[in-house]
């Protein structure tokens, strides 16, 4: 069996200053260094901020390799993914199989619906909340709720897609952790998409690192799409795990 390292290909030094990441009109990516006045999360960690026309993320490292590596394999003894018809998804009407593997953990009785079909959370494991916790400590932000895809290799991957439902909180970013294999996640404007796009706009491509967290603030999933798509010379698993904050009163 081929054995996988995790590799954590971000590098950063605590005492660093922030470093922002902006799209140019030159389409090129510049990184500025500044000094950030305001403490803007609980728990500082260099942050790289990413921003583009109606776009607005925070990067950063949130576990090491070591703790990486082990919630990595926690989650591999804990987390019991969707089969059979749950492990299906309908697009236009039509239904297919989810090139993925996906899971739905959270506070009891709350479901999220998405693509036509309504997920179950199923309660909270102990890993599951430590990294909520974490996130949590790190963002000030609550969660309620997350959505957990695991990708077995580069063929795996998801399509673009944004998470615009009704019953999300639209004041809560929607919090990204990724444990595993690094992977490309690319983001595209609602006004560049495909052959209906009527405007020039680059779109926006970040490798998200082993142990990594990525905060899509507001307005992100009203402007822009995302994607992970396929990358045929990754061999090793990658999972994935989406905090968000439901609110009951809106899930009509």
Known sequence: MEKCVMKHSCSSDAESPQKKIKLESDDTVKQEEEEDDEEEFSDPVPWQKIEAEGLDCDYALLFSKE?????????????VYATGEEAKVQVYGKVYNIPRKQATYGNAGLTYTYSGVKRLACPWTPTLEYIRDAVTKTTGQTFNFVLINRYKDGHDHMGEHRDDEKELDPLCPIASVSLGAPRD?????????????????????????????????????????HSLPVRKKISCPRINLTFRRILQDRKK
């Open 67 to 79: 703790e990486a590596d082990h919630l990595f394999k926690q989650l591999e003894k804990e987390v």
């Open 185 to 225: 996640f690319i983001f595209r404007h609602r006004d560049a998409r495909g052959k209906q796009g009527h405007r020039q706009i680059e779109p926006v491509k970040l490798e998200l690192a082993h142990g990594s967290l990525l905060l899509m603030n507001s307005p992100t999933n009203t402007f822009w799409y």
